[in-house]
């Protein structure tokens, strides 16, 4: 196995290019906050609110040095590696073939020339997790065989996200995108984020997370161009209404981002609309535009995984 790192630069690191075997990625559920309260003569607690918390991811890595001074300088070079304070992204690598997680060099080879070692690994690039580091061990020698376990939680949302947007090119040939994204229950490449004079339509959320255009950390932006008075923008699966008060010209633009920031023309028009969310449930949303007849229309958003 392998485990690639992305930071906020945009630069990777692959741990088996750098010497690092990954033996286990344990990605743990997203822990489930409920709040509560007692009440007196009342057998049990009354639910107030459930909401998600953070998930915990444990790296296990192993090494193998070539003797006493290399297992010293890759035990450090994994401290500088994981001692970044800036959040940073974590792909899982799963090998090709079937094989053992790990295997070792037979009499006389050296480190890299064994062909079972994790060679033809492929990195899962469409589902990424924003992580900081939360604990370390100290490594763990046995001879020169280094063992290690790291512990991260997610930064924001503790959600999995995709690594492109709906704006992005859906081919599973661009390691932008997998299996497992929920882009099977459609065909990926006539999927349609952008909508001219469209006054219905239909938008997927290939995750299994709602998008909310009110929640902090989410990418969720709709832009607007073109002619209109009193536009309405209504999600009829589900109820969610946004109206903007007010008109625009041919060359207006008016954007819908997270966190509930509305504009026009980059300036706020919070204040002249119903002030109120849209939300895109998994899977089929249908929309409907009032208000306008010739405009284009795009929604931008990331695809989100429990």
Partial sequence: MDTLIEYSTGATLSLVKEGYITQDLLIRPIEQKASSVDVDGRPGVVR??????TRVIILSIMFLATD???FALRRDKLFSIFSDLEPFYIYEGRPTYKTSTYEFELPGQTWGEN???PTNIEILKGKRYKVIRTNMNEVEQRGLLGKVDIEFETYQLPFAESSGTTLDARTFDKETWQTGQGLVAADPTTLKYVFQNETSFQVYNAGDVPLKTNLRDMLFEIEFRGASTNLSIRN???GTHWQY???NGINDVIKIETPTRFTKNGSSIFKDTNRKMLVLNPGWNTIQINGATQF???FKFKFYYK
């Fill in 236 to 238: 009829t699966t589900n």
């Fill in 296 to 298: 284009l229309l795009s």
């Fill in 115 to 117: 062909p079972q070692l």
């Fill in 48 to 53: 107030e609110s459930v909401n998600h918390g």
């Fill in 68 to 70: 006493e001074l290399d």
């Fill in 245 to 247: 008060n007010g008109s």
